[in-house]
């Protein structure tokens, strides 16, 4: 049995920083050895910034997405274009989007995709908030942005379910080559999709 070489602080400290995406228990003791070592430059305004974050952040009512206000900053912003919603999985996804800058829409997080092998059902994914924002009128469009994989697709395809007979336009993000990828490298699965969704010229 190892010997414990640092204190009960510490060693919380590293056994928090491992459950971090990301970080296993090397990176965690690592991580943590530099925050002690910048005490006062990291580890101080981290916590600081840390207990802010656990007493403002809060999940926006309307989209699902995290501020510290709600209904949070996309959704109060008049300049984008709330006819247009675009429906991601998980945060990450919408920050992803919003780094890209390709459309300036509203957005739905739906926390998750179907995946009955893990015991998550559509009452665990937010699409009634989804429908009930449709059916409030203004929505023109609903793209649906979810990842590329079986649960991604069979939610896409639940979305479009529940959304039949509304007045809306139902869309998803093109499937294909990347910007700048070689066909060489890719997957038969991708190539497939690009052909299929292959436009004018």
Not at 40 to 56: F, N, S, W
Not at 82 to 90: A, L, Q, R, Y
Not at 163 to 169: E, I, P, Q
């Amino acid at each position: 049995m190892a010997k414990r070489v640092t204190g009960p602080e510490i060693e919380k400290l590293i056994q928090l920083l491992a459950k971090v995406p990301g970080l296993g228990p090397r990176s965690a003791r690592r991580a943590a050895l530099h925050l002690v070592k910048k005490k006062d430059q990291l580890l101080g305004p981290l916590a600081k910034a840390m207990g802010e974050a656990h007493d403002r952040v809060r999940i926006c009512s309307q989209c699902g997405n995290i501020d510290t206000s709600d209904p949070c900053a996309v959704c109060t912003d008049d300049r984008r274009d709330h006819g247009v919603i675009i429906v991601v999985e998980d945060v990450s996804d919408l920050w992803a989007l919003e780094r890209a800058g390709a459309l300036n829409a509203a957005y739905h997080v739906l926390g998750g995709t179907l995946s009955p092998l893990d015991g998550v059902g559509p009452d665990d994914l937010n699409v009634k908030g989804l429908v009930a924002r449709v059916t409030g009128g203004g929505v023109r469009e609903v793209i649906i942005a979810v990842n590329a994989t079986v649960e991604g697709q069979t939610t896409a395809h639940y979305i479009t379910d529940q959304l039949s007979g509304l007045d809306v336009k139902i869309t998803r993000l093109a499937h294909g080559v990347p910007v700048g990828g070689e066909l060489d490298y890719l997957d038969e699965g991708t190539l497939s999709a690009a052909l299929r969704a292959r436009t004018a010229f």
